[in-house]
């Protein structure tokens, strides 16, 4: 074992596998799996949409009051907060294409990171906790308030689409940060050159993934639901 | 497989993006972000859903496009990205086609809401 692994370093200096026939075919043949991954991820999050979608055709009014039951300040705050660490993976990459030292890497994955953790304690701090401490998570002494009429039932359905569809999104976030806390080992241990990136590349395109998930949730949880009105209340 | 395994098997060619483009992308997305936002508090009526949509594909259009390489991709992956939409939209058009149609009444729903749009088309014949 020990043999094959001194072999194999010494004629993969740069992370090239043997079954491909160059390291662009290697590098594609990554790429197209993540996107395979994705488009299974698409359609995931998708038949939650598409339920979505359908209820709030149905129950629009409580959806609605479901909608001002969130704070705009916390959604919009936290899609920054990803577009910003969407950023920064990006130029992960680039310094790993461009051949910066491999502090730069690691310095840009951290702090998409830090971005990421950011994130999940606004989500969980901030908005579930104060839900939870509102009654308005359903499960966990849901109450139905008075001005909400007959809506009832229907806003503590939105509020479950609410809680699984950023519970989906907040999980995805915790498997990207494991992921991008083992690209931040392999990064120190000097695997990334400018020829060999490719864990970084497919790990950027999950994390740019989720961040799209939320650019989608953002409007149809916050902001559709008639801001400008008083929804009810 | 190579029959020549010398330096040209490790040479990747990739069109690397530049930071400025990385910047550009990132403060178009912000701006949609602020736009989705500020859009949200004005009452334009059954158009709200259609603008906060509208300007979530474009955010993920730049997304996709720049900060996932996929404008410098080739077209293997392109395929599996435009089935995965695809897909969703199969997904999405066929539960809401069942969904939509199930309260007909003698007037079929969708029929009453075009009705007002051809109701004088008999006025051309």
């Known amino acids: 074992m020990s043999d094959l692994a001194v072999h194999e370093h010494e004629a993969n200096p740069t992370g090239f596998a043997h079954q491909f026939e160059d390291l662009e075919q290697q590098h594609d043949a990554g790429r197209l799996g993540m ?3 994705l488009a299974t991820e698409i359609l995931f999050f998708g038949g939650m949409f598409t339920s979505y979608t359908i209820y709030r055709s149905l129950h629009p009014a409580a959806f609605d009051i479901g909608s001002h039951l969130l704070e705009v300040k916390f959604g919009a705050t936290n899609t920054a ?13 680039h310094s790993a294409q461009t051949g910066k030292r491999k502090g730069t890497i690691i310095g840009w994955l951290i702090f998409t990171m830090l971005l990421g953790a950011t994130f999940l304690f606004l989500k969980f701090r901030f908005e ?16 139905y308030r008075p001005e909400w009429g007959a809506n009832g039932p229907q806003v503590q359905m939105f509020m479950c689409f609410y809680f699984f569809l950023t519970g989906l999104h907040a999980l995805h976030m915790i498997v990207g940060l494991g992921i991008l806390t083992v690209l931040v080992i392999m990064a120190a241990r000097g695997r990334f050159t400018t020829q060999y990136y490719v864990p970084l590349e497919i790990s950027g395109l999950y994390w740019h993934f989720v961040d799209i998930v939320w ?6 949880l916050y902001l559709i639901g008639g801001r400008y009105s008083t929804g009810g209340h | 497989m190579s029959e020549h395994p010398g330096h040209s098997a490790h040479t990747l060619h990739e069109h690397i993006v530049p930071v400025s483009t ?4 990132f403060i178009a997305l912000m701006f949609g972000t602020a736009l989705t936002t500020w859009v949200a508090y004005h009452n334009l009526g ?8 509208i300007i979530a594909v ?14 410098y991709n080739k ?15 199969i997904m999405i058009t066929l539960s809401l086609s069942d969904e939509l149609t199930r309260r007909w009444e003698i007037n079929p729903a969708p029929f009453n809401m075009i009705l007002p749009y051809i109701s004088h088309l008999h006025l051309l014949f």
Do not use: Q
């Open chain 1, 35 to 37: 996107w395979i991954f």
């Open chain 2, 58 to 71: 474009a955010k993920m259009l730049l997304v996709v496009l720049f900060f996932m390489h996929v404008k």
């Open chain 1, 128 to 143: 579930w906790y104060h839900d939870w401490l509102e009654h308005i998570m359903p499960g966990f002494g849901f109450v």
């Open chain 2, 75 to 89: 077209g293997l992956s392109r395929i599996v990205i435009v089935g995965g939409f695809f897909w969703l939209g």
């Open chain 1, 81 to 93: 907060v990803l577009i910003c660490s969407s950023l920064t993976m990006a130029l992960s990459i």
């Open chain 1, 215 to 220: 650019i989608f949730l953002f409007p149809l």
């Open chain 2, 46 to 53: 059954r158009w709200n859903s259609v603008v906060a949509l």
């Open chain 2, 22 to 25: 990385y910047v550009a992308v």
